[in-house]
């Protein structure tokens, strides 16, 4: 079972309470008709049946189920456990990019445990675990024996969900939703999506573009027409905030194994030459090639540089294309350098194998 408990909160949990906050209070005090109450409210949400075995420790070792979204204070710090063996877990993502301290997860005798302390703002989002089905190696997730709730870490100077940076890149997909991350850390704010230029708000129409608190404004078909630069403004109870910019990309490229070119520079050598062999692939801004190589060499490991890279190229009209490349380098050219020289691009789709032969002259 997911089990959240409330270690302590800070000085900022003193200030007048969101409205999402105050769902934490009747627990602290000693009504136990206020119990039934609960479960009347959980019996009307469609969610609870995959949210019933997620539980919240309170004070005095009280226990009470989790709802689908949970908000509390910046500053508080958490605890939750999952009953099992052998769990896994899931939780913003930034806490594993900056390895953060504040993070501990542990796996004891018959649950596992993860503790957040002094959480803030940033904090905010999906918080799950599952437990692990293993035969030998093989290790699969247990769909029956799952818990997962979203916690809001309300903070009134930061209501949107701080991120790394001033300015990100959406890739706009004409068979994909796209989504504008601006999401906040109190449920209750009023959001809203502006255009930069021309200034104006765009509308949310609730079908081709509607907001989502977990996620952010989702335009359900993108097209050419959405590309800009826009930002979020959200407001409760005091002054307007605004978030970072995004500026939108679209993009169209078929979908499919990567579309691949090798070329040498120069396919005779001498003994002694410098030759290169580059692959290219063109593809989605938003989609990595990793790149193999097979060359005449290999069997006696010949030294050879090989590097990896891309960028970002505008073909015009709005549209972005991701070109990347992998370089395999010879120095010193031999006899046994001579031959075909393979390349193997690969994407969630496939992969694309092309070639090139290299003869000594």
């Known amino acids: 079972f997911l089990i959240l408990l409330v270690i302590g909160q800070s000085a900022k949990s003193k200030h007048p309470k969101e409205p999402g906050e105050n769902r934490i209070k009747p627990v602290n005090k000693k009504v136990k008709p206020k119990s039934p109450k609960m479960k009347e409210r959980e019996s009307a949400d469609p969610s609870s049946k995959s949210q019933s075995i997620l ?3 309170m004070d005095k070792g009280r226990f009470q189920k989790l709802a689908a979204t949970l908000s509390l204070s910046a500053g508080q710090s958490i605890e939750l456990r999952c009953k099992g063996s052998n769990v896994s877990w899931s939780y913003p993502s930034y806490l594993d990019t900056f390895k953060d301290s504040r993070l501990s997860i542990k796996q004891l005798d018959k649950y596992g445990q993860l503790i957040l302390t002094n959480s ?8 799950s675990c599952w437990l692990q089905l293993c035969n030998g190696n093989k290790c699969r997730k247990d769909e029956t024996k799952t818990g997962s709730t979203y916690i809001f870490f309300t903070d009134k100077g930061e209501l949107f969900v701080p991120t790394p940076g001033y300015f990100e890149i959406v890739y706009l997909n004409p068979d994909k939703p796209a989504v504008i991350p601006c999401r906040v850390t109190t449920p209750s704010a009023k959001v809203t999506l502006h255009r930069e230029f021309p200034a104006e708000e765009i509308k949310t129409d609730g079908i081709n573009i509607i907001y989502d608190v977990k996620k952010g404004f989702v335009y359900q078909h993108p097209t050419s027409d959405h590309k800009g630069i826009v930002y979020c403004k959200a ?3 005091g002054a307007p905030q605004i978030s970072i910019k995004y500026h ?3 993009v169209e490229v078929p979908k499919g194994p990567p579309s691949t070119t090798i070329a040498a520079s120069s396919n005779r050598a001498e003994v002694s030459d410098s030759i290169n062999v580059i692959c290219t692939v063109l593809g989605e801004p938003d989609v990595d090639v990793n790149f193999s190589w097979q060359y005449p060499g290999q069997q006696s490991e010949r030294p050879v540089i090989i590097q990896n890279f891309w960028r970002l190229i505008n073909r015009g ?10 370089v395999i380098v010879i120095e010193d050219f031999e006899a046994r350098d001579a031959g075909n020289y393979i390349c193997i691009a690969q994407n969630l789709q496939g992969e694309t194998t ?7 002259n």
Do not use: C, F, N, W
């Open 55 to 57: 539980m919240q420790v």
């Open 120 to 127: 803030t703002a940033a904090d905010t989002g999906e918080y």
């Open 235 to 237: 407001e409760s109870q």
């Open 248 to 250: 939108l990309l679209y």
């Open 317 to 326: 009209t709005g549209h972005t294309t991701r070109i990347s490349k992998s």
């Open 354 to 360: 092309v070639a090139t032969k290299i003869e000594l």
